[in-house]
């Protein structure tokens, strides 16, 4: 389950990326601002989830090895 979301964050991190890159100019005269805002928004969102579930993941193993 942690490689799934280190994976997922990863290929979300390199997509945002991707996205910024494309407001760059000249490139952006192609594209409607409001169009690229929302798929860096949506990029932000997956890797804030991503994140989360391997914050979740981590943090039950650690509680399971501390049950004795």
Known sequence: MVRISLR???SCAYRLQSECKKTLPPRFAHRHPAGVTEQVIQCAYNITRAAKQL???????NNNLFIF
């Open 8 to 10: 997922s964050l990863t």
């Open 55 to 61: 914050v979740t993941i981590t943090t039950k193993e």
